[in-house]
């Protein structure tokens, strides 16, 4: 488990390159709603649900994760992104 605030998560999901969110899905066998509900989404008829947990707060209130195999996949690209940045420099 692990909290992260909302704002944090949406500024990670922002981050993103495009197309990360259908090679999440493909690498975790999801569907492309239910990651895309891990990061806020409300498509419950498409996705699934995926174990987090919101609390109102500052920073656009604290989400708590059951399970955080989005959030690192989502983080390992983010990584991929500024390696191959740093290489092309």
């Known amino acids: 488990m692990r909290t992260i605030t909302f704002n944090e998560l949406r500024r990670i999901k922002d981050s993103l390159p495009s197309g990360s969110m259908h090679r999440i899905a493909d690498e975790l066998n999801m569907t492309v709603e239910t990651v895309r509900n891990f990061f806020g989404g409300h498509n419950f008829k ?36 500024e390696e191959k940045i740093t290489q092309e420099e």
């Open 46 to 81: 498409n996705g699934k649900s995926v174990g987090i947990h919101l609390e109102p707060g500052p920073d656009g209130g604290l989400v708590m994760l059951d399970d955080t195999t989005v959030l690192e996949k989502a983080l390992q690209i983010l990584r991929e992104t």
